[in-house]
């Protein structure tokens, strides 16, 4: 995601909302939900090593791959048809 550390993101498709014991299933997402988190700022993932290995032709390719994401922390999910206290 391009967004930088500290700001909000408002997320308005939201498919599945669990509670302690009740489960709401969007079709395909829920109307009047949403989720509003703060960015953590751009992490990297474990590193992935791809080897290609032939062995009669001698022949080896090593490559590797770090995924970048975006950290959030959710801050409030906003259900539809509840009272706010």
């Known amino acids: 995601m391009d967004v930088k550390e500290g ?3 408002e997320f308005d498709k939201v ?3 669990a509670d302690d014991s009740k489960i709401t299933v ?3 997402s829920i109307e009047g939900a949403k989720v509003t988190a703060t960015s953590q700022g751009l992490h990297k993932g474990d ?3 791809v ?3 032939k062995h009669k032709d001698h022949f ?3 490559t590797g791959h770090r995924q970048k994401y975006t ?3 959710i801050n409030e ?3 539809p048809g509840a009272n706010k206290n």
């Open 7 to 9: 700001d909000t993101v």
């Open 15 to 17: 498919l599945l909302i």
């Open 26 to 28: 969007g079709t395909p």
């Open 47 to 49: 590193k992935i090593i």
């Open 51 to 53: 080897l290609k290995f």
């Open 60 to 62: 080896t390719k090593k």
């Open 71 to 73: 950290r959030l922390s």
């Open 77 to 79: 999910i906003v259900v």
